[in-house]
């Protein structure tokens, strides 16, 4: 913690969270026990997260090709975020968390969408991190539901092709009004982002790491924090005109 300069953090982390199954197979267990050890793990990093002063924490929790799974690991999934939701808002809510669900929502059980309605609703006004939860997500449907989008007001002579510009592609992306993620974080030592935020990373840093999600804390988190400072982040420019600004 003492080597991190808190005044060069990012503003916006997005996680993938994997490795759940693997390591609960190591464990001599089901997936879904890495699953349920891998809700402690989001807990301690949404508190390290909080304590560091981070304002914007993206998790990658169920990606729309997690929809094939085996039944019972969807269903056993779906059961854990419902249980997870109401056990976890109160305190979310108390530490002023403001929560936020992107992606294909309309897939989901009618219990949990009712548990995601009633968790934005609670923590609407909160003015802390905001905690977005990426579920039932693809970034490849997020980018032709936009498109959709624009088409549609294109078509019904609300916008012209001339006034289509990045900022009018972004507020039409589920994470409208979001900033960009500066670092992207994957556990279990897979080296993709397997359709996670696909226009948004397209700066950032990208940290992989062998830990499992399960054993992921918060030394893991400022270990990829201190990764993170050591780069240079140039955005197309040489690093003579970085170290002129």
């Not at 990012?10 to 996680?15: G, N, T």
């Not at 890495?34 to 793990?41: E, F, L, R, T, W």
């Not at 309309?106 to 609670?122: D, G, I, R, S, V």
Request: negative net charge.
């Amino acid at each position: 913690m003492e080597t991190l300069d808190l005044s060069r953090l990012p503003k916006h982390i997005a996680i993938i969270m994997d490795g759940n199954g693997r390591w609960a197979k190591e464990q001599g267990q089901d997936r879904l026990f890495g699953h349920y050890h891998g809700v402690i793990s989001v807990r301690k990093v949404v508190e390290a997260a909080t304590e560091l002063g981070i304002q914007y924490l993206t998790l990658y929790a169920f990606s729309t090709e997690n929809w094939d799974r085996p039944e019972p690991e969807v269903t056993g999934l779906m059961t854990l975020f419902v249980e997870t939701i109401a056990k976890e808002v109160p305190d979310l809510h108390n530490n002023n968390i403001k929560l936020a669900f992107i992606g294909n929502l309309e897939m989901l059980p009618n219990e949990a969408k009712l548990a995601l309605a009633n968790a934005t609703e609670q923590t609407a006004n909160n003015t802390g991190l905001t905690l977005i939860i990426a579920l039932s997500y693809s970034g490849r449907w997020e980018l032709i539901e936009a498109t959709k989008k624009i088409a549609q007001k294109v078509s019904n002579a609300e916008l012209s092709i001339n006034e289509i510009t990045g900022a009018v592609f972004s507020d039409n992306l589920a994470s409208k009004g979001l900033p960009d993620p500066e670092l992207m974080i994957r556990t279990s030592g897979e080296y993709r982002i397997s359709n996670f935020l696909l226009y948004q990373l397209a700066y950032a840093e990208l940290y992989f790491t062998d830990t499992r999600w399960p054993e992921f804390r918060k030394e893991h988190l400022e270990q990829a924090l201190l990764e993170y400072q050591s780069r240079e982040r140039r955005f197309g420019k040489t690093s003579d005109q970085i170290n002129q600004l």
